[in-house]
């Protein structure tokens, strides 16, 4: 089984953020999405439920924006 460093989404109260992302970025999600669901296209969570539960991790795992955080 694939480890990916997203595990889940969080049911939390949205708010909307309009972004642009390219074509090549949003197939690459779209593709993340079906591999986070087994392989399965069907029941895959969609793109857009993916872009705020990876950019959360990302920072929570960026260590200089935590020591320059627990600084000031």
Do not use: C, W
């Amino acid at each position: 089984m694939t480890r990916l460093k997203l595990s889940d989404i969080e049911d939390e109260k949205p708010v909307k953020l309009t972004i642009e992302i390219s074509a090549r970025l949003h197939r690459r999600l779209e593709e993340y999405a079906v591999v986070l669901n087994a392989g399965q296209r069907q029941g895959a969570p969609e793109a857009t439920q993916l872009i705020g539960p990876m950019l959360d991790r990302f920072i929570a795992s960026d260590r200089a924006f935590a020591r320059l955080r627990s600084q000031s």
